[in-house]
């Protein structure tokens, strides 16, 4: 029997809406994959990142991306969005505006 993956508490699952605004964002951006140049992309959890770091603005999440080019030798890195490029109406609500609460944003 497998065991679950552990989640982190703070990753901010994304709804399939949320997945293709942040491959939309990738695709305008002329986003790649910096090991071998692959534009595809599969799309994973956000973390907020306007507590962790001082230097982001106070709406940046950092978004996992792997890339789906099988022989890549480097497929996982990311992307820096904020909120309002990728999360709306019921992703904001499941809990990705409680992180920005707990840290003192509004």
């Not at 809406?17 to 002329?30: D, H, L, S, W």
């Not at 001082?54 to 909120?83: F, Q, S, V, W």
């Amino acid at each position: 029997m497998q065991e679950a993956a552990m989640v982190r508490p703070e990753l901010i699952g994304l709804d399939e809406a949320a997945r293709q605004r942040v491959r939309r964002r990738i695709a305008a951006k002329g986003g790649y994959c910096g090991c071998c140049g692959a534009t595809d992309f599969d799309v994973g959890d956000a973390l907020f990142l306007g507590f962790l770091f001082l230097d982001e603005d106070h709406d940046a999440y950092m978004i996992a991306l792997t890339c789906r080019n099988r022989e890549c030798a480097k497929p996982r890195t990311g992307i820096i969005l904020p909120e309002k490029d990728f999360l709306t109406g019921e992703s904001v609500r499941r809990g990705a505006s409680a992180w920005r609460s707990l840290a003192g944003h509004r």
